[in-house]
Each structure stands twice: as C-alpha cells, then as structure tokens.
C-alpha cells in the first residue's frame, strides 16, 4: 500500500474479529513505531503490547464508559514515555510528541497490513499503570486497540461517529493559511 493510500483509508475502528493478531506482526508495528522521529533523538517512548484477554478487558473498564467497546479488541498498544528524557519548549513538552509520532507510524503501519486502531486518551492513568506494572516516573500518552475490523459496525461505533462527526474533516480553507494567518 501507498503510504497516501494508508494515510486516506485509516480511519477509528471500533469493533473488532476475534482473529488474534501474531506476535511476529505487533513486533513488526512496534519496530514501525520507533522508526519516528523524537526530540533529539532521545527516543523517550516506551510501549506495552497487551493481549491478555483479562488485562484487556481491564484496560476497557479503565476507560470512558463509551470506549467499553475495547474489552473486544484481540490487542491493545498502550503508549509510554520517559518525560525526563525528553525535553522542552515554549512550555510544551516534547515527549508527547515523541509518543504520539511513535503512535502514529504504528497506526499507519497497521493500516497497511489490514489491521484497524483506534486512539483512547481518556482512562484513569493510575489505574492503567497499576494494572500493567508501568513505573511511577512514566506517563501513558495514548493507546490503541488493535486487530482485524470486523465488518459490521457497533452501535457503539455509531454513536460515537455521530458525536465526533465521523471521518468528515473541516476544509483546508478553514484551517491552513498561506504566507500569513
Ligand atoms: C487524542 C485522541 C483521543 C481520542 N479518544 C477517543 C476515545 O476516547 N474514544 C473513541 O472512540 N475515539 C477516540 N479518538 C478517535 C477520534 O474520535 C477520531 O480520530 C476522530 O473522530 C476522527 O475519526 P477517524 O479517526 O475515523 O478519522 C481519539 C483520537 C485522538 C487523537
């Protein structure tokens, strides 16, 4: 697949086969992963690969009541970071960045091979690091379900495209300016 045909068909899958995803192709993902560019190359992402039925169906109940869908999702990339060795600027710190690239080739990486994700931010990070053994000095910027769409959607799926506005994207004349804002 083209890395723009990747880029245009991904999109937030939210219900998943039962089909497990291989070892080999989650080590391939990750492998994607940290191929991303990080602030000084400190490469400060760390992830954790769950699929552990139990510990997903942890992961579901530890975040927003509407992302219950999770608990279906033959795996789970949960991704981490090291802020302190990451830096700075203009008070935005860099290891969000550094995570969420990482993320982000995972995604696509995904994408190519067939396999859906979808980015959850919103969980109880405590929680999330107590359940899978995650150190105090890291934070957890994102995770993602990952597996084989199935191909009827949820009625979860539905009412979440509903609130968010599906796929549908603002106009680039609404957001990108040219020589000036
Ligand atoms: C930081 C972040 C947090 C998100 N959190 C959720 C979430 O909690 N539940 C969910 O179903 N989708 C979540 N999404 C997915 C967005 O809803 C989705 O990307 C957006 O609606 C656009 O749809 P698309 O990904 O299909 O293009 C999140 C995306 C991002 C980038």
Same mark, same amino acid.
């Given at each position: $697949? &083209?890395?723009?045909?990747?880029i245009r068909?991904?999109?937030s899958v939210?219900?998943?086969?039962?089909t #497990?995803?291989s070892?080999?192709?989650i080590?391939?993902?990750? &492998?994607a992963?940290?191929?991303a /560019?990080s602030? !000084?190359?400190?490469q400060?992402?760390?992830?954790v690969a769950?699929t552990d039925?139990?510990k997903?169906?942890g992961l579901a109940?530890?975040?927003m009541a509407?992302n219950?869908?999770l608990?279906?999702? #033959?795996?789970v990339?949960?991704?981490?970071a090291?802020?302190k060795?990451?830096?700075d600027s203009?008070?935005l710190?860099?290891y $969000?960045?550094?995570?969420?690239l990482a $993320?982000?080739n995972?995604?696509?990486?995904a994408t190519?091979k067939g396999?859906?994700?979808c980015?959850?931010?919103?969980?109880?990070e405590?929680k !999330?690091?107590?359940?899978?053994?995650? #150190?105090?000095?890291i934070?957890?910027v994102?995770m993602?379900?990952l597996?084989? #769409?199935?191909e %009827? !959607?949820?009625l979860?799926? %539905?009412?979440?495209k509903? !609130?968010?506005?599906?796929?549908?994207?603002? /106009?680039l004349?609404e957001?990108?300016?040219?020589?000036?804002w």
């Amino acid at each position: $697949m &083209e890395t723009i045909e990747a880029i245009r068909s991904r999109r937030s899958v939210r219900r998943y086969q039962e089909t #497990p995803v291989s070892k080999e192709t989650i080590e391939s993902l990750l &492998e994607a992963a940290i191929r991303a /560019p990080s602030a !000084v190359n400190r490469q400060c992402w760390r992830f954790v690969a769950v699929t552990d039925k139990e510990k997903i169906a942890g992961l579901a109940k530890l975040n927003m009541a509407f992302n219950g869908w999770l608990k279906d999702a #033959p795996a789970v990339i949960v991704a981490c970071a090291d802020p302190k060795e990451s830096t700075d600027s203009n008070d935005l710190p860099y290891y $969000m960045w550094d995570a969420a690239l990482a $993320m982000h080739n995972l995604v696509l990486a995904a994408t190519d091979k067939g396999l859906g994700t979808c980015y959850l931010a919103a969980y109880k990070e405590d929680k !999330v690091k107590e359940l899978l053994g995650i #150190p105090d000095n890291i934070r957890v910027v994102c995770m993602t379900p990952l597996g084989y #769409p199935a191909e %009827k !959607v949820s009625l979860g799926e %539905k009412l979440t495209k509903a !609130v968010t506005g599906s796929s549908k994207r603002k /106009p680039l004349s609404e957001v990108a300016h040219w020589d000036k804002w």
